[in-house]
């Protein structure tokens, strides 16, 4: 009952823009039938939507570059936004080309051979699965309904298809998306029953695929598992031309840190000063000397 305290206090303490409604059992049976609630307690958000994460960065990307757009006429200095695709073996590999890096790779930043096994992440294999409902089943996902979090959580993709997930496999490695009948085999035996406890009618749906990922999530801290920031040339090589950033461990809040973060990442590059950034954020740093 705890945590449902404490959700009932963010619920009541919510921004007026992101707004979190507290119902019972049949205002939820209203947004989705057979819906169960053990507690006669539910939280809506009506505002709420599903992000993809592709298409929300190549509009992110896209906005960038409207913006220099809009800022170029008007700006002494020339300004340009692009992208560059090029693969590299080493961060060493960028020296002489640019005056500083940013290293977004999540769990694959520590694969590079001036990080490998210096970055405090834990890592985490993650297993999503697709299900679809059958074509003699008449009974659709309701249209507008909304997606639901639970023990685990269920991304509705229309009324006939949706996105269960998300197993944990700590300690993995495995970074490929791929995911074998064994390992697809595994995953629904453990979150069937966990979306089944809320959501009973995923007995009718059918396993359509299943993807994977790696998580980098930060270390557990007495300020939380907070994300990783910060110049790294102490780790790269302190001789470089170019001064690389680490911009890591967002873990399950990355949707609410990036923006953030990004803003400060920016201010931290652009004035050569790490300082920018919350202590909380850069503490790792002494840890891992």
């Not at 005056?99 to 985490?124: N, Q, V, Y």
């Not at 949706?162 to 197993?167: D, E, I, K, R």
């Not at 300690?171 to 453990?190: G, H, I, Y």
């Not at 749906?205 to 300020?223: I, Y």
Request: proline fraction near 6%; hydrophobic fraction near 40%; glycine fraction near 6%.
């Amino acid at each position: 009952m705890k945590n449902v305290n404490v959700l009932k206090e963010n619920a009541q303490n919510c921004d007026p823009s992101c707004r979190i409604e507290t119902i019972d059992k049949d205002a939820a049976r209203r947004l989705v039938p057979n819906i169960s609630v053990p507690f006669d307690l539910a939280f809506h958000m009506p505002q709420a939507v599903n992000v993809h994460p592709l298409r929300y960065l190549q509009a992110l990307f896209l906005a960038c570059q409207n913006l220099v757009k809009e800022l170029s006429p008007t700006s002494h200095a020339q300004k340009a936004f692009c992208l560059h695709k090029e693969s590299i073996v080493k961060l060493l590999d960028l020296e002489g080309s640019y005056d500083a890096a940013i290293i977004c790779l999540g769990a694959k930043a520590d694969m590079l051979p001036e990080l490998s096994g210096r970055l405090p992440f834990r890592t985490c294999r993650g297993v999503i699965a697709h299900l679809e409902l059958p074509r003699n089943m008449r009974e659709d996902y309701p249209d507008h309904a909304p997606s639901i979090l639970s023990n685990a959580w269920l991304s509705i993709q229309g009324t006939r298809s949706l996105y269960m997930g998300s197993t944990w496999e700590w300690k993995s490695r495995d970074s490929t998306p791929n995911v074998s009948a064994e390992e697809a085999s595994k995953a629904l035996q453990e979150l069937l029953p966990k979306a089944s406890t809320f959501y009973p009618g995923i007995k009718d749906w059918t396993f359509a695929g299943a993807r994977a990922g790696l998580r980098a999530m930060p270390p557990k801290t007495a300020h939380g598992s907070l994300p990783l920031m910060g110049c790294v040339n102490d780790l790269v090589g302190k001789n470089c031309s170019c001064k690389y950033w680490l911009f890591g461990g967002l873990g399950s809040r990355g949707l609410l840190y990036h923006a953030w973060l990004g803003h400060l990442m920016a201010q931290a590059v652009l004035s050569s000063d790490e300082q920018v950034f919350p202590f909380e954020l850069t503490s790792w740093k002494n840890v891992s000397r």
